[in-house]
């Protein structure tokens, strides 16, 4: 079987070496030496305060938290994402109000975000880096300011893309990164909190560390968002490689893009000549939902996984109550997007094999 993604870990071996460190010192967690070493390693290369945190899902719970946005606040947030991205609004009282997307970019559509805040006077606007693919931070940005409302990126996909040759990470108020195992980096499970403001950021320090720090006086209210020292040892190793992963990614992005350029009625998500996308997935939209349903069944029938992301959130049943306005585009891109396999060691001969098969049932 050919899956969806594999993690591109580094030489166990080497893995092994930083963990002797561990059984030394008997320290597993507590934001130790690796801990540090990961926050400074990423803070380096993003250009902006960076904190690990144990996941990209209690990144975004405790970051909101640390905004101080009232309960009860409207939050502007795009439906064609995770649903970790709603849990995170809901853990903190807040109510969501899903916008629409751009059908190329797939990332959330400003305007249709400045027609949703002028329904609901938000206090926070949430959007996603849809596969890596970087927001219209501009666009979003007015929306927010005329609010006065935070702007918070869910950057899961995002560590190692740019916006206009600027890291994602420091293009909104805050940015909230993954790193689980599906992700172009990897700390087995974990995530990254950035934000340009030492405020937040101390804030942040606290909701992460169930709310105090030395003293047990808990001066906010937080979660055990702890990363512990095996995973940011993994997270030291495997993101100095970054730009070497997002190098061999792009170039089987590039080949995919070649071997599929003559399918009709097949398009690929839309990234900006300026920018740079992680594709954490690659996405690929048929003209027809019947198009994109046979290529899927016919790559599941060779032993191939595709993910159809994301199932939009104002659908599912724990969020249904909250969905006011129909997302026309949303909606249609559900039902005609495919993510194919994309991952370091996915091999020329496999990926070619992939794009016959798309090619051979596209047309429906």
Known sequence: MIPITRPDLPAFEDYVELLERVWETRMLSNFDHYAQRLERLAGDYLGVGTRVVSSGDVGLTCAIAALDVPRGAHALVPAFTFNSTIN?????????????????????????????????????VVATHCFGNPVDAQGLSRVAAAHGAPLLFDAAHGYGSKRAGVHVGGIGDVEVFSLSGTKPVTTAEGGLVTSRDPEFLERFTYTRAYGFQTDYNSRFIGLNGKMSELHAALGVLTLAHIEETLETRLSLVERYRRNLQSVRGLRFQAVRAEDRST?????????????????EAALTSAAIQTKRYFRPCHAMDSFRRFSTETLPVTETMYERILCLPLFCDLGHEDLDRICHIVTSNAAC
């Open 88 to 124: 995170a609004l809901l853990w903190n009282g807040l109510v969501p109000t899903f916008v629409d997307i751009d059908a190329d970019t797939l990332n959330m559509d400003p305007d249709a975000a400045a027609r949703a805040a002028e329904r609901v006077r938000p206090g926070l």
């Open 279 to 295: 594709y954490k997935d690659l996405a690929v939209i048929f003209s027809t939902a019947g198009a994109r349903n046979s290529v």
